[in-house]
């Protein structure tokens, strides 16, 4: 039997990149200011460190300017509240990403309720999670949405062009990745359905999907068996389990071998969801740079 297409989100990421670099560019030539990311980071949790290093990295390699604020795990909320409220007035930030999980002793939804939500590059201020909720079909997305869910309609789009009339399982209904994800399936006319924990017989349901999101955080839950064949698997898990030699290895949330054997397309993990998220962060900072310099929305 043929096997999958893999869906090469490490190539499309690296591709988003060079663009959202051109128009970096594209800006500074036109004389508008450099647009600039802001991370946030809070105490020193060794992967966030990973991820807010990689994000300043991406940033500067991009010709963004990254400013990289890391501030003691003994923060006080008011002293967040005050940094965030310096950004949100600050021009030369266009975009501010506060990494989560934040200390237990900080109220998350206070301090995401307090970006600017025009520079909330994350897509999380609930103002922003309303705009996509209320989204028409086919209406621009002209307002920061969440990275993750928007590299993986990027990586469908790009990989099956037209989704319209597809029937879309989404398993996972977090804020963060299967709720937006499905918002952003229903904008391009998808048919579609979530699936959670508490969904009865998930293996009957993920069988109806020609599109199948999976992002439940639990290795190779998703057999080969549960896929339709022919098709298209968004794999947005990444598990670390014991590996060979004492070592662990990342898995996503499909038995991955099996997967390749029915479905018609497929992400690979690591390197297909994972590098969107970071590209796609650079995607809506220079998307808020433009919007605070009165430009209009460009897709790239
Ligand atoms: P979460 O824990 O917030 O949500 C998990 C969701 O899965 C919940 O809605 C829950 O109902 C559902 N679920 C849990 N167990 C289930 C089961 N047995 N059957 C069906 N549904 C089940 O997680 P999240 O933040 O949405 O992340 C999901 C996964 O995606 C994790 O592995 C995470 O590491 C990964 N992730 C990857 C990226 C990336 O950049 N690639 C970004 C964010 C999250």
Redesign the pocket.
Known sequence: MAEAKLIDGKAFAAGLRSRVAEGVAALVAEGVARPGLATVLVGADPASEVYVRSKGKTAAEIGMASFDHRLPAETTQAQLLELIGRLNADPAVSGILVQLPLPRHIDTTQILLAVDPAKDVDGFHPINVGRLGAIAAGAPLDFPVPC?PLGCSMLLADALGSLAGKNAVV????T???RPVAQLLLRADCTVTI???R?RD?AALCRTADILVV????PE?VKGDWIKPGAAVID????RVPGAEGKTKLVG?VAFAEAMKVAGHITPVPGG??PM?VACLMYNTLQAARRAAGLPFVAV
């Not at 398993?171 to 977090?174: T, V």
Request: aromatic letters at 0%; proline letters at 0%.
């Open positions: 993750t398993l996972g209904r977090s963060l990745v299967g699936g959670h924990s969904t998930l992002a439940i955080g639990k839950l947005v898990g990444i598990n949330d969801v994972g998220t």
